[in-house]
């Protein structure tokens, strides 16, 4: 099934598309690619990319991670801006926006809030729909937001790790460890008391009691100032539910890569969310001669064995190799349609260059729109 | 040549979509050839070990998975943090009962979760722990354990424990237990390697956590240049390719002499395919001149058009041990 992606950039009812695959897919470029086509299809697009490779970054034309969407330029017919996600610079916001200057001091000064907000498992994913969040809610300014995420340990870590770290900072856990003068036994039990008894001990042997302070004193500060963080993360998460979402899968023709696009199209499966298509980065093209690779390695060979036409011989040998390369691909790639038949399928041949400037990310972004790839 | 002749610990990084995991399993293979004991550990609950090797599932618990040419052996672990912090636990203070308690109550998860160093020094801990048994000369020790290791961005961190339990533990056992795992992992012990493609943003990644793993003290061992296509074309008839000058009646009768026939279909195919196969030599030369210009050892693996199975891995080990890697 062929992927019409300009069918999806130009409907005006999706406001957000998220890219997602695993590392090293081409994630990044693939979400800038999508938004420089989107902007000079008409829309007023803003592309948030989590951690891009300096060049491409310049390709268009960011030059600092400074947090804030900055106007791409040379872009006709609509709109584009970019921006470089900070997570740490998100945290302090949020934090910044809920508090007192006092208490906002206290907290951004806390080293348990400055481990959490710059090292912690989930937060830059927590912080990239933060992020999506006020941008969507900034919808004057924006009419398609499309958001690369993170590189995280396994695809779904976008979904999952917002609540999850919001159920942590939220849970109960942390509550009772960090105020066991208020009551560590109550209403738990007595068997359980003695259970956090041990925990305690056993934790602040491990950490050290400065860190259990912190920790409490961050729970006590940031309580009062707003909600729940598991809320927060709900609430972007609904966002993402939302029709108005569509969600492209990224990957290349690879095992690994395939495995974990369809994790991620089973769990949107599972949870209804909008699934536009799969985009199959650097597949192999190879022009079609008609020819086997056993006619084609035989003919070489007696042109070796014959010691005549070396140039030819290797030219043989390299369409050969090329054939059974896509042929691999396309079993990988055939094996994955077969599981998930609805999904559809966009193939983009392997560039032989990195993206260096919006001409290239043009190129690609014709390439996602090229219904006649023949592959 | 005999490369890192005392690093027992082999640290396998790379970006993602490198095949970090490849290069580590054939390390493994290569390390093991020859009567050789080698362990190959994961700690990212990945199962990538296993998917691999095409065995069930990895435990927490070390197996056996293959053998190396000439009477090695290849083991196995993918190391969990919950339950290397039980081990940790038991160790220091004789609480694996009480520990195990804790884990039912989320609480080993909440510890990892509270101080993320803390997760990073139990990992690396426990690959230390295995390595310092061939000292000690006990029966479970193994000539080499390679770690197939988080990605090139997070390595440094990962592996500069001291400095991750820093804001932790200024005293006390975690502080003792960082220290000596950092006594392995920042000498001789320990060789790192970055994994990469020959393509311009891999290449910058481990560069750059090339200079960020030396600035930290971090021993780097070699390069892996993996998937790369060797040249079909000499130097001079690339230049020719991707000027478009390649000889098209020379192309056309040594086409017929092959025994097939030179439709011009097939002799454009050619000459379109050995231009983009020219172009992408020459970027891939680029690229390689960088990584050598860093003066560390390079090890170039071929891209196995058949791609990544056990067999492959044996052919990428062979490579390995034909380029020195392994051996006494």
Redesign the interface.
């Known amino acids: 099934m062929a992927l019409d992606i300009d069918a999806i950039l130009t409907n005006p009812d999706k406001h957000i598309i998220v890219c997602t695959g695993?590392?090293?897919?081409g994630k990044t470029t693939t979400a800038a690619a999508l938004g420089l086509r989107a902007a000079e299809l008409g829309r007023n697009v803003c592309v948030l990319t989590i951690?891009p490779?300096?060049?491409l970054a310049q390709a268009m034309g960011l030059t600092e991670l400074d947090n804030t969407p900055r106007p791409v330029a040379g872009i006709s017919n609509g709109s584009l801006s970019a921006m470089m996600l900070d997570m740490k610079r998100t945290f302090d916001e949020v934090v910044e926006s809920h508090s007192d200057p006092e208490r906002a001091e206290k907290i951004l000064s806390n080293?348990?809030y400055q481990?959490l907000s710059s090292?912690?498992?989930g937060t830059q994913e927590y912080m990239a729909m933060e992020k999506l969040g006020q941008l969507r809610a900034d919808a004057s300014q924006w009419d398609l937001i499309i958001v690369d995420t993170p590189?995280s340990?396994?695809a779904l870590d976008f979904l999952d790790a917002p609540a999850r770290l919001g159920s942590?900072l939220d849970g109960r856990?942390?509550r009772i460890?960090t105020a066991p003068a208020r009551g560590a036994g109550r209403g738990i039990g007595r068997l359980?008391a003695l259970?956090?008894g041990?925990?305690t001990n056993?934790?602040s042997?491990?950490?050290?009691a400065q860190?259990l302070a912190d920790?409490g004193n961050f729970v006590a500060d940031i309580d009062t100032t707003f909600g729940g963080f598991r809320e927060r993360a709900d609430a972007t998460y609904a966002l993402l539910k939302d029709s108005g979402t569509e969600f492209i899968v990224v990957a290349?023709p690879?095992?690994?890569?395939l495995r974990e696009a369809a994790y991620f199209v089973e769990r949107l499966n599972q949870d209804s969310m909008p699934l536009g298509g799969l985009i199959l980065n650097r597949v192999q093209e190879?022009?079609?001669?008609?020819?086997t690779q056993d006619?084609?390695l035989?003919?070489?060979q007696?042109?070796t064995a014959?010691g005549?036409?070396p140039?030819?011989?290797?030219?043989?040998?390299?369409?050969a190799?090329?054939m059974?390369?896509k042929e691999?691909q396309k079993h990988?790639s055939a094996r994955f349609t077969a599981a998930h038949p609805n999904v559809a399928v966009q193939p983009i041949p392997a560039m032989?260059?990195?993206v260096h400037d919006l001409a290239g990310l043009r190129e690609i972004g014709a390439a996602l729109a090229n219904q006649e790839i023949n592959w | 040549m005999h490369y890192w002749p005392k690093a027992t610990l082999h640290v396998v990084t790379g970006?993602?979509?490198?095949g970090k995991t490849t290069v580590a399993a054939a390390l493994a293979i290569a390390l093991a050839k020859d009567g050789h004991r080698a362990i190959l550990m994961e700690v990212?609950?990945?199962q990538?070990i296993a998917q691999l090797f095409d065995t069930p599932p990895l435990p927490y618990e070390e197996r056996k998975i293959a053998v190396a040419p000439g009477g090695g052996e290849v083991w196995a672990l993918a190391i969990d943090t919950e339950d290397a912090l039980l081990d940790y636990?038991e160790m220091f203070?004789k609480?694996r009962r009480?520990?195990s308690?804790?884990k039912k109550?989320?609480?080993v998860d909440?510890?990892t979760?509270?101080?993320?160093?803390?997760r990073d020094v139990l990992l690396t801990g426990k690959a230390c722990e295995v390595v310092k048994r061939k000292e000690k000369k006990q029966d479970n020790a193994y000539d080499y354990v390679i770690l197939d290791a988080p990605?090139t961005?997070r390595i440094t961190?990962f592996l500069n424990v001291n400095g991750e339990v820093s804001?932790?533990?200024?005293v006390?056992?975690?502080k003792t237990h960082a220290d000596s795992v950092m006594n392995v992992i920042a000498s001789e012990q320990t060789a790192i390697h970055v994994v990469t493609l020959l393509?311009?943003?891999?290449v910058?990644?481990t560069l750059d956590g090339v200079n960020e793993l030396a600035a930290a003290g971090l021993p780097v061992g070699g390069i892996f240049v993996n998937m790369t296509?060797p040249p079909?074309?000499d130097s001079q008839?690339r230049a020719m390719a991707i000027a478009g000058e390649?000889?098209k009646s020379?192309?056309e009768s040594?086409?017929s002499?092959?025994?097939?026939t030179p439709?011009t279909?097939?002799i454009?195919?050619?000459?379109?395919?050995?231009s983009?196969?020219a172009?992408?030599v020459e970027?891939e030369e680029t690229e390689l001149e960088r990584l050598i210009s860093r003066g560390l050892p390079i090890f170039v693996l071929p891209?196995l058009?058949?791609?990544?199975d056990l067999g492959a891995l044996y052919e990428l080990a062979a490579i390995m041990s034909d380029s020195g890697i392994g051996g006494e």
Not at chain 1, 22 to 25: D, E, L, Q
Not at chain 2, 15 to 18: A, H, V
Not at chain 2, 113 to 118: F, Q
């Open positions: 695993s590392g090293g897919v951690d490779a300096r060049r080293p348990f481990a090292s912690f498992a590189p340990r396994n942590f856990l942390i460890i359980a259970g956090f041990i925990f056993v934790l042997k491990l950490l050290g860190v920790v290349t690879e095992r690994d890569a190879v022009p079609e001669t008609g020819l006619q084609l035989a003919a070489a007696k042109l014959e005549s036409g140039l030819t011989a290797a030219l043989l040998e390299l369409h190799q090329r059974e390369i691999r990988l032989p260059q990195d | 970006k993602g979509g490198t990212e609950g990945r990538g636990l203070y609480l009480a520990g308690a804790l109550m989320g609480a909440f510890a979760t509270i101080a993320p160093g803390l990605p961005g961190r804001g932790l533990a200024k006390g056992p975690i393509e311009e943003m891999p910058q990644e296509r079909q074309l008839q390649l000889p020379e192309i040594e086409i002499q092959s025994g097939l439709t279909q097939l454009a195919a050619l000459i379109t395919e050995a983009d196969h172009e992408r970027l891209l058009p058949g791609g990544i």
